[in-house]
Nanobody, 128 residues
Framework: QLQLVESGGGLVQPGESLRLSCALS????????IGWFRQAPGKEREGVSC????????AYDGSVKGRFTISRDGAKNAVYLQMNNLKPEDTAIYYC?????????????????????WGQGTQVTVSS
């Protein structure tokens, strides 16, 4: 059974950086599209970034484009989300999820139902 575990969240000040990690077990990262999603209090879960199973396609929500970078390491069976220049509006619980269909499209949230394995989430708080 595929399991995903996020780590790397925390409390940072505006303008600082964090790197989130998503470790997979029970399946190889190369067999899935991996997405990062976030959910702020009182808001719906939204797609932040994704990477296709080939690793060739990535996508970012417009609110994070140019600040966040998704990457993966097959040897470590993990996916990362480097988050730079963090803003208070980035505050949320961040989840990674896996999709067997393997594709990554720009409208990440639209395909949220394709992601059928989820981690437990990691809290990111950006505050001065």
């Amino acid at each position: 059974q595929l399991q995903l575990v996020e780590s790397g969240g925390g409390l940072v000040q505006p303008g600082e950086s964090l790197r989130l990690s998503c470790a997979l077990s029970g399946g190889a990262v190369e067999n899935f599209a991996i997405g990062w999603f976030r959910q702020a209090p009182g808001k719906e879960r939204e797609g932040v970034s994704c990477i296709s199973k080939t690793g060739y396609s990535t996508a970012y929500d417009g609110s994070v484009k140019g600040r966040f970078t998704i990457s993966r390491d097959g040897a470590k069976n993990a996916v990362y989300l480097q988050m730079n220049n963090l803003k208070p509006e980035d505050t949320a619980i961040y989840y990674c999820a896996a999709a067997e269909f393997g594709l990554c499209f720009p409208d990440i949230t639209r395909f949220i139902k394709k992601y059928n394995s989820w981690g437990q989430g990691t809290q990111v708080t950006v505050s001065s």
